[in-house]
């Protein structure tokens, strides 16, 4: 077990902070939102936290982690006033454009960021620390999925038309989602950048952008659980994968998503079909004659 | 004056990339309804496929880019039909997103195993003819090559879809793919034609950009998969007009910029136009042609 902790206590790591990033793309799925915006507010949140321990040091996590959510939090609303304007495919795209503004943003401001030569950052948080932020954010997770907003998220998601013909306000509940995407964007980006430790403009790009999306909807992206599992099998795949194919593990990567999509094309996770199952077992168990007769 | 001239030119020239790369990234978009973030791969492996049967076995430039022309076909006939076609059936644009994703991934990791992590080029005077050098402007062979090929596709492609019957037919396929069915248009057929024309385009654009810029790498089909976006939204995903002109006006703006504001501020203004179009003007600047996607 040492062993094992030895040698993948780094990614372990980095899969805790890459649960963080699904789970912001995530809630832009659960709204019936493709954004990829949240790595754009990630990047703003970890310049700003790199910046003010610079210029302050010895801050505590708690500070950083609350610059973190709160820079992305306004990020994410000033987008949103924009952004939400558009329509669906149109919507995808410019929050793809957002992430490459941003990078465009960090690189124009060599005095803040660095420029190319990035930002050194000091490393606060410790690996417990992770598990329980990512729990502390599961768990509110789970909370919205069985309250009012996260029952009105999954109408807008289905049928915005029929959620807005039963008064929910559908560019309200869009934007809260935006905002909270942004609150957990911002959160993992400072938690990424600590564990980098150093972070250049190419930290948060597209690249990261697609696997955060990626992971959601290989995990399934109509649970949060989904993309948390999701985050860890992407994480876990390279390193499972290594002594079979060395380098090609990235192929393996992209083919075991496209599989995915072409066969299970609801994710890992899928709650309609737990239900199904459970209930066929339940029911097999209740009256097994029953079962056979059908 | 005449650094304004040759500032100008060389933003056709790379406008005229842009531009071809736009042509074939929104036709599959508005033919398809799909967003295939692995078209830029595709123009790489095109490119990195010439290369290689110019490093082996020493070929001349038109039979290197048949050879890079039928590469990117073949891989695009390849993805399409093994990620693509079993979508199809469903209604899912997302789903459609993430395994281009996916098809990206795997595009990436293989021309870099091909191009071994290396950035490599077109031996020197691959392509030396014309040159145009005068007192007023210069104009690099490969720059020449990309302004006339550039004009010379967004002719032929317009022509291919407003006169001929495939071309008929994909449009059709575009706006309505069931209305289309029913007047008795084969939709594979056109799935095929759209993606071997698409594709073949973004070869030729892969090609002639590795020549005129210096460089066979992963980032140039990145590149052109980021300009190639933003000129498709800047001009219009419904006509292939619209899209070069999108590619021109974004290859111009950028070098114009880069010269007289600032070379930093380069993507600020691409990506600044992007988010302008995407908010006051979604369907381009040449006005709306509806498209609509298989299902």
Request: proline share 3%; net charge positive; with cysteine.
């Given at each position: 077990?040492?062993?094992?902790?030895?040698?993948?206590?780094?990614?372990?790591?980095?899969?805790?902070?890459?649960a963080?990033?699904s789970l912001?793309a995530f809630?832009?799925l659960w709204?019936?939102?493709l954004?990829?915006?949240?790595?754009?507010?990630?990047?703003?949140?970890?310049?700003?936290?790199?910046?003010?321990?610079?210029?302050?040091?010895?801050?505590?996590?708690?500070?950083?982690?609350?610059?973190?959510?709160?820079?992305?939090?306004?990020?994410?609303?000033?987008?949103?006033?924009?952004?939400?304007?558009?329509?669906?495919?149109?919507?995808?795209?410019?929050?793809?454009?957002?992430?490459?503004?941003?990078?465009?943003?960090?690189?124009?401001?060599?005095?803040?960021?660095?420029?190319?030569?990035?930002?050194?950052?000091?490393?606060?948080?410790?690996?417990?620390?992770?598990?329980?932020?990512?729990?502390?954010?599961?768990?509110?997770?789970?909370?919205?999925?069985?309250?009012?907003?996260?029952?009105?998220?999954?109408?807008?998601r289905?049928?915005?038309?029929?959620?807005?013909?039963?008064?929910?306000?559908?560019?309200?509940?869009?934007?809260?989602?935006?905002?909270?995407?942004?609150?957990?964007?911002?959160?993992?980006?400072?938690?990424?950048?600590?564990?980098?430790?150093?972070?250049?403009?190419?930290?948060?790009?597209?690249?990261?952008?697609?696997?955060s999306i990626a992971a959601a909807v290989l995990g399934g992206a109509y649970i949060w659980v989904g993309a948390v599992v999701g985050a860890f099998v992407y994480?876990?795949?390279?390193?499972?994968?290594?002594?079979?194919?060395?380098?090609?593990?990235?192929?393996?990567?992209?083919?075991i998503l496209i599989l995915i999509m072409v066969f299970m094309q609801r994710g890992l996770i899928d709650p309609v079909a737990i239900?199904?199952?459970?209930?066929?077992?339940?029911?097999?168990?209740?009256?097994?004659?029953?079962?056979?007769?059908? | 004056?005449?650094?304004?001239?040759?500032?100008?030119?060389?933003?056709?020239?790379?406008?005229?990339?842009?531009?071809?790369?736009?042509?074939?990234?929104?036709?599959?978009?508005?033919?398809?309804?799909?967003?295939?973030?692995?078209?830029?791969?595709?123009?790489?492996?095109?490119?990195?496929?010439?290369?290689?049967?110019?490093?082996?076995?020493?070929?001349?430039?038109?039979?290197?880019?048949?050879?890079?022309?039928?590469?990117?076909?073949?891989?695009?006939?390849?993805?399409?039909?093994?990620?693509?076609?079993?979508l199809?059936?469903r209604?899912n644009?997302l789903g459609?997103l993430i395994t281009?994703i996916g098809?990206?991934?795997?595009?990436?990791?293989?021309?870099?195993?091909?191009?071994?992590?290396?950035?490599?080029?077109?031996?020197?005077?691959?392509?030396?003819?014309?040159?145009?050098?005068?007192?007023?402007?210069?104009?690099?062979?490969?720059?020449?090559?990309?302004?006339?090929?550039?004009?010379?596709?967004?002719?032929?492609?317009?022509?291919?879809?407003?006169?001929?019957?495939?071309?008929?037919?994909?449009?059709?396929?575009?706006?309505?793919?069931?209305?289309?069915?029913?007047?008795?248009?084969?939709?594979?057929?056109?799935?095929?034609?759209?993606?071997?024309?698409?594709?073949?385009?973004?070869?030729?654009?892969?090609?002639?950009?590795?020549?005129?810029?210096?460089?066979?790498?992963?980032?140039?089909?990145?590149?052109?998969?980021?300009?190639?976006?933003?000129?498709?939204?800047?001009?219009?995903?419904?006509?292939?007009?619209?899209?070069?002109?999108?590619?021109?006006?974004?290859?111009?703006?950028?070098?114009?910029?880069?010269?007289?504001?600032?070379?930093?501020?380069?993507?600020?203004?691409?990506?600044?136009?992007?988010?302008?179009?995407?908010?006051?003007?979604?369907?381009?600047?040449?006005?709306?042609?509806?498209?609509?996607?298989?299902?």
């Amino acid at each position: 077990m040492n062993g094992f902790w030895n040698a993948y206590s780094a990614n372990v790591e980095f899969a805790l902070v890459a649960a963080l990033f699904s789970l912001s793309a995530f809630l832009g799925l659960w709204s019936g939102v493709l954004s990829l915006a949240p790595i754009a507010f990630a990047c703003g949140a970890a310049f700003t936290s790199a910046r003010i321990d610079l210029d302050h040091p010895g801050l505590p996590l708690m500070a950083h982690l609350i610059i973190g959510m709160l820079v992305g939090a306004a990020l994410a609303y000033v987008s949103s006033l924009i952004l939400l304007r558009l329509d669906s495919h149109y919507l995808a795209l410019a929050t793809i454009a957002t992430v490459l503004i941003s990078r465009v943003i960090v690189l124009n401001l060599p005095q803040y960021t660095g420029a190319t030569l990035g930002t050194p950052v000091t490393r606060i948080v410790s690996t417990w620390q992770l598990v329980l932020i990512l729990s502390i954010v599961c768990l509110v997770f789970n909370s919205l999925r069985k309250s009012r907003f996260g029952y009105s998220l999954d109408a807008v998601r289905e049928q915005p038309e029929v959620a807005a013909s039963i008064g929910l306000n559908v560019l309200k509940i869009r934007r809260i989602a935006f905002v909270l995407s942004g609150v957990v964007g911002g959160l993992a980006g400072v938690l990424q950048s600590q564990l980098m430790q150093y972070i250049t403009p190419d930290a948060f790009y597209v690249d990261l952008a697609f696997v955060s999306i990626a992971a959601a909807v290989l995990g399934g992206a109509y649970i949060w659980v989904g993309a948390v599992v999701g985050a860890f099998v992407y994480a876990a795949l390279p390193e499972v994968l290594r002594p079979f194919l060395g380098n090609s593990k990235n192929i393996a990567n992209g083919v075991i998503l496209i599989l995915i999509m072409v066969f299970m094309q609801r994710g890992l996770i899928d709650p309609v079909a737990i239900k199904r199952i459970t209930r066929r077992l339940r029911n097999s168990i209740a009256s097994p004659s029953q079962q056979r007769t059908e | 004056m005449q650094l304004l001239i040759q500032q100008i030119l060389n933003g056709v020239a790379v406008g005229s990339a842009y531009g071809m790369f736009a042509m074939s990234f929104g036709l599959i978009f508005a033919t398809m309804g799909i967003l295939n973030v692995a078209h830029g791969a595709i123009a790489t492996l095109g490119a990195i496929g010439a290369l290689l049967v110019v490093e082996s076995w020493g070929f001349p430039l038109i039979p290197a880019l048949l050879v890079g022309i039928a590469t990117a076909i073949i891989i695009g006939l390849v993805t399409d039909r093994l990620a693509f076609q079993p979508l199809r059936a469903r209604s899912n644009p997302l789903g459609y997103l993430i395994t281009s994703i996916g098809v990206w991934i795997v595009l990436i990791s293989v021309a870099e195993t091909l191009l071994d992590h290396q950035i490599k080029t077109f031996p020197p005077d691959f392509v030396s003819q014309p040159r145009i050098i005068t007192s007023w402007v210069y104009l690099a062979p490969g720059q020449f090559w990309l302004i006339i090929v550039g004009g010379l596709s967004v002719v032929g492609l317009h022509l291919i879809l407003s006169r001929t019957t495939i071309g008929v037919q994909i449009r059709a396929v575009g706006y309505s793919e069931v209305w289309s069915r029913i007047s008795g248009v084969s939709s594979s057929t056109v799935v095929l034609s759209t993606v071997a024309i698409s594709c073949g385009l973004a070869g030729v654009v892969g090609i002639l950009s590795s020549i005129a810029f210096d460089n066979v790498a992963v980032q140039l089909g990145e590149g052109l998969l980021l300009k190639g976006f933003a000129a498709v939204v800047v001009g219009g995903f419904g006509d292939v007009r619209g899209a070069f002109a999108g590619g021109l006006i974004i290859g111009v703006t950028e070098v114009l910029g880069a010269q007289y504001i600032s070379g930093d501020f380069r993507d600020v203004i691409t990506f600044g136009l992007l988010i302008l179009f995407l908010i006051f003007r979604p369907q381009g600047i040449f006005g709306e042609v509806k498209f609509g996607a298989i299902k």
